[in-house]
């Protein structure tokens, strides 16, 4: 198959690359830096002419509802469009389990994501999936202050990107379905509890504070729903194990 990978450099989009090449599929990375703008709609359609399938793992980092629903919903929008116009026959979207009642700051730009890819006539599935394992890393970079971190009170079943992306590569690899079974991590974690075993791992002496996020987005990190449910599936690696291995200090 030719696998298009819209985001194909970010955290969970260079695993994507890799797991595809390893299955022996041609892939195409549509990033900026390879000079496509998804955003912006610059060489999409070239880029994603004559592939199988598209999986979308572009990013953008915002807080701001408005801002993550005019990025979120400018790209799907970009994508699709061009999917119509060169009849890609799949599209995968890659989104995050159990952010229904949390439509509000960078959710709500999932979830507006969500509902413009499950209206597209292109054939398509959302995968859903747990927070990464990553996220740790990601939230301890945006908010440590000299020698102290502060982490938004966050219940998740976290999953390793790496296992994220074998999972969109299969999908990929199925026909469309609309939406994938949900993939969630081995264990439930707090997310300050996440900072304070990857510090302990790299010898970093910053203390961690968990406070609650205010508003509707802080109750619903702290609210459990982002741990999902049953059905799903369930992938292998604890944070524990992806300290060990993945994760470079
Ligand atoms: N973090 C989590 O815990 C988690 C959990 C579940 C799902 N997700 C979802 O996973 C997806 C990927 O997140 P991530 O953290 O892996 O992303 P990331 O590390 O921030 O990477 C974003 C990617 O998008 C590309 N990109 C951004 N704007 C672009 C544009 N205008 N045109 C073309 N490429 C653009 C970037 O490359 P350039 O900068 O070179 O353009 C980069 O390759 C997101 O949709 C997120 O919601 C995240």
Known sequence: MKIAVAGGTGTVGRYVVRAARERGHAVVVLTRSEGVDVLRGTNVDAAIDGADAVIDVLNTTTLSTKKAVAYFETVSRNLLAAERRVSTPHHVALSIVGIDR??????AGKLAQERLVSASEVPHTIARTGQFHEFAEQIAAQTTMGPLTLVPKTLS????????AKHLVTVAESSPAGRAEDLLGPQEESLADMVRRMYAHDGVSKKVLEVPFPGHYGRGLGSGDLRGGLPSLFARTTFEEWLLTDHQA
């Not at 949390?102 to 959710?107: A, E, H, N, P, V």
């Open 102 to 107: 949390i439509d509000t700051s960078y959710y």
């Open 157 to 164: 079943r976290p999953v390793a990107a790496v296992e994220v």
